[in-house]
C-alpha cells in the first residue's frame, strides 16, 4: 500500500520557519523524483520545489527561491521542505508527491501551513 504522509505544518508569523517532513512507504522511494506542491484558496496548484530521486538536483519556484529548501533521506524514505523567512502568500495547503516515469505518481493529503500576525 502505497502511503505519502506529510507533518510539520502548522501556524508560523510572517518571518518564520517551518520544516514539513514526507514519510512514503510502498514502493521504491530511491526510484522516484519528490516534489512539494501548495494549493491556495481559489488558486490553482502549484510547484513548490523538486528533487531528483538520488537527490542530486533541485529546482524552486522563483516565488521561494533562496528561502525554501528540498531535501531527502533515501535511507529513512523521507522528503523534506525546509521554509524560512515565510510570508502570508506562502499559506497553502503544501503536498508531498512521487513521481517515476511510467510506474506511477503519488499523493500525500497535505499538510496546512498558515502565516499570520
Known amino acids: 500500500q502505497v502511503q505519502l504522509v506529510e507533518s510539520g505544518g502548522g501556524s508560523v508569523q510572517p518571518g518564520g520557519s517551518l520544516r514539513l517532513s514526507c514519510a512514503a512507504s510502498?514502493?521504491?522511494?530511491?526510484?522516484?523524483?519528490m516534489r512539494w506542491y501548495r494549493q491556495a484558496p481559489g488558486k490553482e496548484r502549484e510547484l513548490v520545489a523538486g528533487?531528483?530521486?538520488?537527490?542530486?538536483?533541485?529546482s524552486y519556484a522563483d516565488s521561494v527561491k533562496g528561502r525554501f529548501t528540498i531535501s531527502r533521506d533515501n535511507g529513512k524514505n523521507m522528503v523534506y521542505l525546509q521554509m524560512n523567512s515565510l510570508k502570508p502568500e506562502d499559506t497553502a495547503v503544501y503536498y508531498c508527491?512521487?513521481?517515476?516515469?511510467?510506474?506511477?505518481?503519488?499523493w500525500g493529503q497535505g499538510t496546512q501551513v498558515t502565516v499570520s500576525s
Open positions: 510502498g514502493f521504491t522511494f530511491n526510484h522516484y523524483a
Open positions: 528533487i531528483t530521486s538520488d537527490g542530486g538536483y533541485t
Open positions: 508527491y512521487a513521481w517515476r516515469f511510467y510506474f506511477g505518481e503519488y
